[in-house]
């Protein structure tokens, strides 16, 4: 059922007190223990102003061991703790539904190591993904992924969310790109699987756990990650499609045609187009005013400059000729691929921007994806507006759906319906954004209970006070 859970404070948990502070201050520091109001209420409200904590205090470890020594004093005190990266997540995962102490992870910033031949980077979690980025461009080489969260959320942030994002397509999960990670548990106990081999058979490869744990099993405190070298030809395609079975069968064919040097395929509604030229500053439509359903972006990267863009142009023109291409236009240069990608990049901001927003982000089968989204605009009628966008290479559509103001007879409307829908067609609840706070309780439409119990023995194993957390990720019906 959808009836809205009425969320209690597990009366565990201990508050906060003068000593606690004291020890806190010994541990790291008087300026890294943060009690100030401005700091703290940005830190307890997510990105999107949709979730909003009040927790009074804010922790900054600068090394693994003061990570230990926090969480080793929290647990023996009973104290619950949020991980906190860039706090750019959209299911309220990273901010404190009561009172939990908030652990940043900003000030864990460093650059370990980068090895040149192997394109192994070793970093601390608290790594601006953008930072990273950068810091390889001067290498030569490429994150295995980017989102548009990049200027703010951390490597420690995707690992935890096991983020996919705009180069899932070519490169996949962070599951694969991911070889070794440091994480403390929630007693302090460091666990060093900070491997940089391709490949490792030795018993349970543990670090999975972590990877998408959304930090209710450990705080990550440092990665290792395999990067792809840059390659020198990157061309960037954005068309207009009259139809879904239009970008679907679009979809195909650039596996089959363009294969290797294929690097993202994402999708956008003309709904979605229409918030973003609405609500964002200097963007434009690249194609001429007509009445065009669906936008693609095709992203290929190689090696061979001319070789490369030949064969975009050719596969543009030739679909174009047989109708499944309506209009298109190749980025000239960086500035212009720039503005594309702002477009698409844009769309969570747009609709941040224009009010309210229920968010779902499913995986379900390309071919019925669509089908969602009609559905929904049907039932909803003119109360709302159903926009659906995303990264359609990786069957992960965002269903977005945006109000002048949050109502609950529209989320009636919305849930269980979007979720029964999901379930009914074998799909994910949660492609790549996580559970968090908002779909802790969901986990049942993707998940087998047995597949849960395990999860909630894991849970306890590794975090047997529930400090890691609470609230989050698992039901709440089941941990506490
Ligand atoms: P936070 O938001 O701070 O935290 C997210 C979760 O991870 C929380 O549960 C938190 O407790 C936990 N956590 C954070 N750091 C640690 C740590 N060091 N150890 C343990 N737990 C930790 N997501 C995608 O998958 N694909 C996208 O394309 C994408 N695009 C986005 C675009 C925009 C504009 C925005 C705002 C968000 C987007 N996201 C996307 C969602 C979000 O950016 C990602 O989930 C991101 O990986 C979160 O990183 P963060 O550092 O901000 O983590
Ligand atoms: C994206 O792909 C992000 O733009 C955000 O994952 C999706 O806002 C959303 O629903
Ligand atoms: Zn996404």
């Known amino acids: 059922g959808s009836a809205p859970i009425v969320m209690?404070?597990?009366?565990?948990?201990?508050?906060?007190?003068?000593?606690?502070?004291?020890?806190?201050?010994?541990?790291?520091?008087?300026?890294?223990?943060?009690?100030?109001e401005e700091v703290l209420l940005a830190a307890n409200t997510d990105w999107?102003?949709?979730?909003?904590?009040?927790?009074?205090?804010?922790?900054?470890?600068?090394?693994?061991?003061?990570?230990?020594?926090?969480?080793k004093y929290c647990n023996s005190r009973?104290?619950?703790v949020v991980p906190q990266g860039g706090n750019t997540g959209l299911v309220g995962g990273s901010v404190p539904v009561f009172d939990e102490v908030i652990i940043n992870m900003g000030s864990m910033k460093n650059i370990i190591s980068?090895?040149?031949?192997?394109?192994?980077?070793?970093?601390e979690a608290g790594c601006i993904l953008e930072n990273l980025?950068?810091?390889?461009?001067?290498?030569?080489?490429?994150?295995?992924?980017?989102?548009?969260?990049?200027g703010s959320c951390q490597i420690g942030g995707n690992v935890s969310t096991n983020a996919g994002g705009l180069r899932f397509v070519r490169y996949g999960s962070l599951h694969g790109n991911v070889l070794g990670l440091e994480a403390v548990l929630a007693n302090g106990t460091v666990l060093d699987m900070l491997?940089?081999?391709?490949k490792d058979n030795t018993g349970y490869d543990l670090k999975h756990?972590?990877?998408?744990?959304?930090?209710?099993?450990?705080?990550i405190s440092k990665v290792s990650i395999l990067t792809p070298p840059k390659l020198s030809s990157v061309n960037l395609a954005f068309l207009a499609c009259k139809d879904y079975v239009s970008c679907q069968n679009l979809l195909l064919e650039a596996k089959r045609k363009l294969g290797n040097i294929l690097s993202a395929f994402e999708f956008l509604d003309s709904h979605s187009m229409d918030l973003v030229l609405n609500h964002l500053e200097g963007v434009r439509n690249p194609l001429p005013p007509s009445m065009h359903n669906f936008y693609v972006l095709i992203e290929t990267t190689g090696s061979d400059q001319s070789y490369d863009k030949e064969k975009l142009e050719a596969f543009l023109l030739r679909y174009m000729e047989v109708g499944l291409i309506s209009d298109g236009v190749l980025a000239q240069d960086i500035n212009q691929a720039f503005s594309f990608w702002r477009i698409r990049e844009g769309v969570p901001e747009a609709l941040m921007k224009a009010g309210a927003v229920y968010k779902y982000d499913l995986s379900l089968p390309i071919e019925k994806m669509y089908d969602l989204v009609e559905e929904m605009r049907m039932r909803l009628g003119p109360a709302a507006k159903v926009v659906g966008y995303g990264h359609l290479g990786d069957g992960n559509l965002h269903l977005n759906i945006s109000l002048p103001e949050y109502d609950d007879t529209v989320l009636g409307q919305v849930e269980p319906f979007v979720y029964e829908w999901t379930s009914k067609h074998r799909g994910s609840i949660s492609a790549e954004h996580g559970l968090g706070l908002m779909k802790a309780n969901k986990i049942h439409y993707s998940k087998s209970t047995e597949s849960v119990h395990l999860m909630v023995s894991i849970k306890k194993l590794l975090d047997p006070n529930g400090i890691l957390n609470p609230y989050k990720v698992l039901p709440s019906s089941l941990t506490s």
């Open 8 to 36: 209690q404070r597990n009366p565990m948990f201990s508050t906060i007190n003068a000593d606690d502070i004291t020890k806190f201050k010994e541990i790291l520091g008087e300026k890294n223990v943060v009690q100030d």
């Open 48 to 71: 999107m102003q949709k979730y909003k904590g009040s927790s009074n205090l804010l922790l900054q470890p600068r090394t693994t061991e003061e990570v230990s020594q926090i969480l």
């Open 78 to 80: 009973c104290l619950a």
């Open 114 to 123: 980068f090895d040149k031949v192997s394109g192994i980077l070793v970093c």
């Open 133 to 150: 980025v950068s810091f390889l461009d001067n290498q030569g080489f490429v994150m295995p992924l980017d989102l548009g969260a990049k």
């Open 195 to 198: 491997g940089t081999l391709r």
């Open 209 to 219: 756990l972590f990877i998408g744990s959304e930090g209710s099993l450990g705080i």
